[in-house]
């Protein structure tokens, strides 16, 4: 059954595998930096029938494999965009907080020092990875706004972002092992394989889809 989102302010009508489509898309146009709204107005125009259809499959990753926990704790990291996007409306705090964030990826440069990461690659990662988490609440706040008697009830935000930092934690312990994986063989196909079985098994709408390719960043283009 097709479901109606509400994505920056317009009604988007989900269609079945829609998320599929929408990162193979996004990963066919090499991902990477853009603008929220590029993002929202591809989901529109996906979802309006605009674009050609995409074929898309998603093989299942091995449970053992670095690349596949890595996007299954970033989409767990993802997730939970949805509820610090309910604490800051009932809060009214700002998406975007600059010295938190910068804060942020400092302590994770200084943290990842332990497992002998590159500095600039965590910080990238990381970057896009929050970059990610502020899609989500952009356009849930979007929503709220228009329908707060949908709105639930918040949870504490400093305990929300106790399960970030946990997450962090976890995603440094195997980022090396997932980077290593990604630089034997395509990048970008192994990437899209991992994101579009985790996007299914997620069951994730086309919005947290779009997020989970955003969370990727410019991986594949990093030497």
Request: charged share 20%; hydrophobic share 40%.
């Amino acid at each position: 059954m097709d479901r109606v989102n509400v994505i920056g302010g317009r009604q988007i009508v989900t269609k079945s595998r829609l998320s599929r489509v929408l990162l193979t898309m996004l990963i066919g146009l090499g991902g990477g930096h853009r603008a929220l709204a590029d993002s929202t107005d591809a989901a529109t125009s996906a979802a309006s029938g605009s674009s050609p259809p995409v074929s898309s499959s998603a093989r299942p990753v091995s449970s053992n494999s670095g690349l596949a926990n890595l996007v299954r704790l970033s989409s767990e990291r993802l997730t939970l965009a949805d509820a610090v996007a309910v604490s800051k409306f009932h809060t009214g705090k700002a998406v975007e907080d600059p010295q938190r964030i910068q804060q942020q990826l400092q302590a994770l440069v200084e943290e990842s020092k332990q497992y002998a990461l590159e500095p600039q690659k965590v910080k990238a990662f990381f970057s896009a990875q929050i970059e990610a988490n502020q899609l989500v609440q952009y356009n849930l706040l979007d929503t709220y706004a228009m329908t707060p008697d949908l709105v639930g009830p918040a949870d504490d935000l400093e305990t929300i972002r106790q399960d970030i930092t946990r997450i962090n934690q976890q995603i440094l312990s195997i980022f090396g092992a997932a980077e290593a994986e990604l630089k034997q063989g395509d990048c970008a196909v192994k990437l899209h394989e991992a994101i579009a079985f985790q996007a299914n098994d997620s069951d994730f709408d086309d919005l947290h889809s779009m997020a989970l390719v955003r969370a990727f960043g410019d991986i594949c283009r990093q030497p």
